[in-house]
């Protein structure tokens, strides 16, 4: 198994301390922690993109090309990318840049987001969500695969002189996975291009999320895509990791912040049902414990899920050496185990994205049901 880090960059309060750090000092841990994770031998970092709510990820690709400047080897990946909401021109040369500023390392996450306040806020009808992420997502591929792109559309105005955006990707269309928390739609848009599934895996109980993963599976091999190339990634809860010596002190330790986090978020339809620490533990996909127990309970989901890559967040509301230390010893003593447990062909020799730009050429090729389709 493969392991990201993700930040959708909450700003918040320590709801049991009060403390809460300025946006330019939680900005900069972002970076730092992105460092770090490369350096601890994590296979990708992620940042989140919000613009409701108390998050400072409204510009998550000033947060990434501040990412690639500082590091050369872990992959890059947005954390959704809300492309509903935006307009795929613009997405098409902002992440190309990233791709160019990492030499190839971007995978982009897309999809239409979980806070309703954003559509709005960009003059669009929540009701034409799922619509939106289907016609942008068509265009972005023409723009990144294609040179003089026509375009005509619901959402956008027109293109209809050819248009080639610059910059180019670093060689060849990066790879995109779609993000979904429920949406059964996400699934099938991702199965329809034969792209990889991002389950959230973060608030609902686990049948919810292995139900969405059996629904994209089965659309998936319908289409007759290649079974080897699907792949899945699985979130790990609303909270963060916490690791301490027994699974009983990590509750004891992190119970109080986790419950309060959790009785301050009053979002109709995207509340945690999980609203104690032990309920979280025992039956949610918080990964609060032991490195030992946290390890068997990725490994339980894995069961389940198939997944080959595992996300985490850190519980961000703590002090920011606490954070590290978590993210040190989650690399020492739960990757391995995974590890060695779960193997993975993702981003190794037979994956076609593992050594962009060798080898994508192929996997373009390899023929999508509607490709060109727009």
């Known amino acids: 198994m493969k392991f990201q880090v993700l930040d959708i960059i909450p700003h918040l309060k320590n709801p049991v301390t009060g ?6 000092d939680r900005l900069d841990q972002v970076i730092r922690t992105a460092q770090r994770a490369e350096e601890l031998g994590f296979d990708s970092f992620s940042v989140g993109e919000r613009h409701a709510g108390e998050f400072i990820s409204s510009s998550p690709t000033t947060v990434l090309a501040a990412i690639a400047a500082v590091t050369s080897r872990i992959r890059l990946q947005s954390g959704v990318t809300v492309l509903s909401v935006l307009d795929p021109v613009r ?14 390392r971007l995978e982009l996450v897309i999809g239409k987001g979980n806070e309703v306040l954003q559509y709005p806020l ?15 997502y068509a265009l972005l591929r023409r ?5 003089d792109v026509t375009w005509h559309g619901r959402f956008r105005p027109p293109l209809p002189e050819p248009v080639t955006t610059t910059p180019r990707p670093f060689a060849g269309p990066p ?3 779609h993000g979904s928390a429920t949406s059964l739609r996400s699934a099938e848009l991702a199965a329809y291009w034969g792209d990889p599934l991002f389950t959230a895996n973060a608030i609902q109980p686990r049948e919810n999320y292995k139900r969405l993963i059996d629904h994209y599976t089965e659309h998936y091999l319908a289409a007759g895509h290649d079974p080897a190339r699907r792949y899945i990634a699985s979130g790990s809860g609303a909270g963060g990791v916490f690791l301490a010596d027994s699974t009983a002190e990590a509750k004891r330790a992190f119970g109080p912040v ?11 339809g995207n509340n945690s049902p999980f609203r104690n620490i032990d309920h979280a533990v025992a039956e949610g996909p918080a990964l609060v414990g032991s490195p030992e127990d946290v390890a068997a309970k990725i490994l339980d989901y894995h069961a389940e899920y198939g997944h080959s890559l595992q996300s985490v967040s850190l519980p ?5 050496g606490q954070q590290l230390e978590i993210l040190e010893r989650f690399a020492a003593e739960v990757i391995p185990v995974v590890r060695a447990a779960a193997p993975t062909t993702l981003w190794e020799e037979a994956d076609p994205w593992a050594g962009r730009p060798a080898g994508v050429a192929a996997v373009e090729h390899a023929g999508n049901p509607a490709e060109g389709a727009a």
């Open 175 to 177: 790879r995109v996975w």
């Open 316 to 320: 961000t509301t703590l002090p920011f």
């Open 122 to 136: 960009f003059g669009l009808d929540l009701a034409d969500q799922w619509d939106l992420l289907e016609e942008k």
């Open 19 to 24: 403390r809460i750090v300025s946006a330019a």
């Open 258 to 268: 986790y419950e309060a986090l959790t009785a301050g978020r009053n979002v109709p």
């Open 143 to 147: 723009l990144w695969r294609e040179a």
């Open 91 to 104: 997405v098409a040369e902002d992440y190309a840049t990233i791709d160019q500023l990492s030499r190839g």
